[in-house]
Nanobody, 116 residues
């Protein structure tokens, strides 16, 4: 049974930083690309960052390039999202995602709020 558990969200002031974590279980983590998505109130869920199995390929949404960094530790079945220079527009629920045999699996999400 696939499980994805996110953590690390919270309230941060503009310009601040947060590091999100996602711990995966129930599948061969070191054989799957991993993704971070986010969904802001009233908006569709959007892809934020992707990382390949070995971590050598990383892709980012234009809105977060240069500010966010995705990484993974296959020994811990973990994927991370380091978020710097946070802006109010980054306020959203952030989800860890894995696509396995054409099925999307999601965690419960972690809330990130950027506000004074």
């Amino acid at each position: 049974q696939v499980h994805l558990v996110e953590s690390g969200g919270g309230l941060v002031q503009p310009g601040g930083s947060l590091r999100l974590s996602c711990i995966a279980s129930g599948f061969f983590f070191n054989r799957k690309d991993m993704n971070w998505y986010r969904q802001a109130p009233g908006k569709e869920r959007e892809l934020v960052a992707q990382i390949s199995v070995t971590g050598t390929i990383r892709n980012y949404a234009d809105s977060v390039k240069g500010r966010f960094t995705i990484s993974r530790d296959n020994s811990k079945n973990a994927v991370y999202l380091q978020m710097n220079s946070l802006q109010s527009e980054d306020t959203a629920v952030y989800y860890c995602n894995a696509r396995i045999v054409s099925i999307d699996y999601w965690g419960q999400g972690t809330q990130v709020t950027v506000s004074l």
